[in-house]
């Protein structure tokens, strides 16, 4: 058997052994979260003392000392929530967008929870609501820089190997170890490898692996305090290892198995228990059933509300088409939407021709099948509303990737192996990628890409709240209006 430390100064370039140690995920997250929270404290403090000492020209003295507690207080619970979502960070499980939505929901908690502090304690009365509420609107973008600030210098430390918050110990294969290792650039992923075991280094003079020499290695690999010690083998290593669990489960240790691949497209989400068989999962239903019931609650209550309040004023939009020019009002389109299927999308005509979606030319800049109208519905994305019917029957959910015509999507299917990952959920009203830009045509390989990139970022992130935020976005981002024609 050979511990392998040497090996450790292969991982990464000798310029960079020397820049850092590793660095506790915990400690980190509470200096992220201290930062964060001296923020929080600085805006709250900050808008009191403008207020009272230039508007209300009170001293210092007067109000110090119950701002600085009403501002230590939200600092506090601003900061614990922020630990939480740097943790999450680290873990990759706290996508940049998502954690900005979780820095906006922080701060109103923080705010709100002081408040209902400030009402038990019977101090409510001596908050000041300009102050508060100065504090509460300047914190939104406030706290949005600065954790934008610290998420980017985080990233630019961990992509340069400058930052390592997880050390690890790889068993296997020699050639399996460092595939794994050099492949995946551990050392730019904010992990260091401290110790190796290459199996052909702990085996007997029979050739069977030592279960002795592998109990030994992660006895010392926890007594250093390593985070993970993963195997990298094929299963036949794994069956072979089996042996040695016994006496590796009285250690309180992360043991990891890493399949021995080269590929690096293929990832293993979690392991499910089929009978007495542990199975490893690669591709799961996006959403649970408790959130797909969510989510349908949420497009039929807001569907519902949408066409009633609207009512009168898609009257005045049919009334113009009518008006303009001759055919149907509203014309149903076939598209491809949830798992493949076919459907019928309810659309305003703002042509003068419609198309079944089997066969059909997509629409272009200064096309002009368009009326004068539909220019003005398409630019507005008013044509779409109908689509409020297509929620409520359950054919759409009013936020998810747009739908395409069948034959786009054919077409677009060939272009990009992975666009038809897009309808592993129902197709919406509007949705990730129109936020962002990507909605019209999709002639250009960027534009097809670009679509689809944010439509399964969608897909991977989803939450109601990314759902509310998207509503949010459809309505107030210039974005959403570009390219629409």
Same mark, same amino acid.
């Given at each position: 058997?050979?511990?392998?430390?040497?090996?450790?100064?292969?991982?990464?370039?000798?310029?960079?052994?020397?820049?850092?140690?590793?660095?506790?995920?915990?400690?980190?997250?509470?200096?992220?979260?201290?930062?964060?929270?001296? &923020?929080? @404290?600085?805006?709250?403090?900050?808008? /009191? +003392?403008?207020?009272?000492?230039? *508007? $209300?020209?009170?001293?210092? !003295?007067?109000?110090?000392?119950?701002?600085?507690?009403?501002?230590?207080?939200?600092?506090?619970?601003?900061?614990?929530?922020?630990?939480?979502?740097?943790?999450?960070?680290?873990?990759?499980?706290?996508?940049?967008?998502?954690?900005?939505?979780? &820095?906006? @929901?922080?701060?109103?908690?923080?705010? /709100? +929870?002081?408040?209902?502090?400030? *009402? $038990?304690?019977?101090?409510? !009365?001596?908050?000041?609501?300009?102050?508060?509420?100065?504090?509460?609107?300047?914190?939104?973008?406030?706290?949005?820089?600065?954790?934008?600030?610290?998420?980017?210098?985080?990233?630019?430390?961990?992509?340069?190997?400058?930052?390592?918050?997880?050390?690890?110990?790889?068993?296997?294969?020699?050639?399996?170890?460092?595939?794994?290792?050099?492949?995946?650039?551990?050392?730019?992923?904010?992990?260091?490898?401290?110790?190796?075991?290459?199996?052909?280094?702990?085996?007997?003079?029979?050739?069977?692996?030592?279960?002795?020499?592998?109990?030994?290695?992660?006895?010392?690999?926890?007594?250093?305090?390593?985070?993970?010690?993963?195997?990298?083998?094929?299963?036949?290593?794994?069956?072979?290892?089996?042996?040695?669990?016994?006496?590796?489960?009285?250690?309180?240790?992360?043991?990891?198995?890493?399949?021995?691949?080269?590929?690096?497209?293929?990832?293993?989400?979690?392991?499910?228990?089929?009978?007495?068989?542990?199975?490893?999962?690669?591709?799961?239903?996006?959403?649970?059933?408790?959130?797909?019931?969510?989510?349908?609650?949420?497009?039929?209550?807001?569907?519902?509300?949408?066409?009633?309040?609207?009512?009168?004023?898609?009257?005045?939009?049919?009334?113009?088409?009518?008006?303009?020019?001759?055919?149907?009002?509203?014309?149903?389109?076939?598209?491809?939407?949830?798992?493949?299927?076919?459907?019928?999308?309810?659309?305003?005509?703002?042509?003068?021709?419609?198309?079944?979606?089997?066969?059909?030319?997509?629409?272009?800049?200064?096309?002009?099948?368009?009326?004068?109208?539909?220019?003005?519905?398409?630019?507005?994305?008013?044509?779409?509303?109908?689509?409020?019917?297509?929620?409520?029957?359950?054919?759409?959910?009013?936020?998810?990737?747009?739908?395409?015509?069948?034959?786009?999507?054919?077409?677009?299917?060939?272009?990009?192996?992975?666009?038809?990952?897009?309808?592993?959920?129902?197709?919406?009203?509007?949705?990730?990628?129109?936020?962002?830009?990507?909605?019209?045509?999709?002639?250009?390989?960027?534009?097809?890409?670009?679509?689809?990139?944010?439509?399964?970022?969608?897909?991977?992130?989803?939450?109601?709240?990314?759902?509310?935020?998207?509503?949010?976005?459809?309505?107030?981002?210039?974005?959403?209006?570009?390219?629409?024609?």
């Amino acid at each position: 058997m050979a511990d392998a430390d040497h090996f450790i100064s292969d991982t990464r370039p000798r310029a960079d052994l020397a820049r850092d140690d590793v660095v506790h995920r915990l400690l980190l997250c509470f200096v992220v979260a201290g930062i964060e929270a001296a &923020a929080a @404290f600085a805006i709250v403090f900050g808008s /009191a +003392l403008v207020y009272h000492m230039l *508007f $209300l020209r009170q001293t210092i !003295g007067e109000f110090t000392l119950f701002y600085g507690a009403f501002g230590l207080w939200t600092g506090l619970l601003y900061g614990t929530f922020a630990a939480i979502a740097c943790s999450q960070f680290l873990e990759r499980r706290m996508p940049g967008q998502l954690d900005l939505q979780q &820095a906006f @929901f922080s701060w109103t908690a923080a705010i /709100a +929870l002081t408040l209902l502090t400030a *009402f $038990l304690l019977g101090k409510v !009365g001596d908050v000041s609501r300009v102050s508060l509420t100065s504090a509460y609107v300047i914190g939104i973008p406030a706290m949005f820089g600065v954790r934008t600030f610290l998420r980017g210098f985080l990233e630019e430390r961990i992509s340069n190997g400058a930052l390592h918050f997880e050390t690890i110990a790889v068993i296997g294969n020699r050639s399996d170890v460092l595939n794994f290792v050099f492949a995946g650039e551990l050392w730019r992923q904010g992990h260091r490898v401290v110790s190796t075991l290459y199996f052909e280094d702990a085996r007997d003079k029979a050739g069977k692996l030592d279960p002795e020499a592998l109990a030994d290695f992660v006895a010392r690999n926890v007594h250093r305090g390593t985070d993970h010690v993963v195997l990298v083998g094929s299963l036949a290593e794994l069956d072979e290892v089996d042996g040695a669990m016994a006496a590796l489960k009285r250690y309180a240790v992360n043991l990891l198995y890493a399949p021995a691949a080269r590929s690096r497209t293929l990832k293993f989400l979690d392991v499910v228990a089929i009978g007495p068989n542990n199975v490893m999962r690669f591709v799961r239903t996006p959403m649970s059933k408790s959130s797909v019931l969510l989510k349908r609650i949420f497009d039929i209550t807001l569907a519902g509300l949408g066409l009633l309040v609207l009512m009168p004023f898609l009257a005045l939009v049919a009334l113009a088409i009518v008006i303009e020019s001759r055919g149907p009002v509203i014309y149903r389109q076939a598209r491809r939407g949830f798992n493949g299927e076919t459907f019928l999308i309810w659309k305003f005509r703002s042509m003068r021709v419609t198309e079944s979606g089997y066969k059909m030319v997509q629409a272009q800049k200064n096309d002009p099948r368009i009326t004068r109208v539909g220019r003005l519905i398409r630019a507005t994305s008013i044509d779409e509303l109908p689509q409020l019917i297509n929620v409520l029957i359950g054919q759409m959910s009013l936020v998810g990737p747009r739908p395409h015509a069948i034959s786009h999507d054919e077409e677009l299917s060939h272009q990009l192996a992975i666009y038809a990952h897009r309808q592993r959920i129902k197709p919406g009203i509007t949705g990730w990628a129109q936020v962002h830009g990507f909605r019209g045509e999709t002639s250009t390989p960027a534009q097809v890409e670009g679509r689809v990139a944010h439509d399964i970022y969608y897909i991977d992130n989803w939450s109601i709240f990314l759902d509310i935020w998207t509503l949010v976005l459809t309505v107030f981002s210039p974005a959403t209006r570009r390219n629409a024609h």
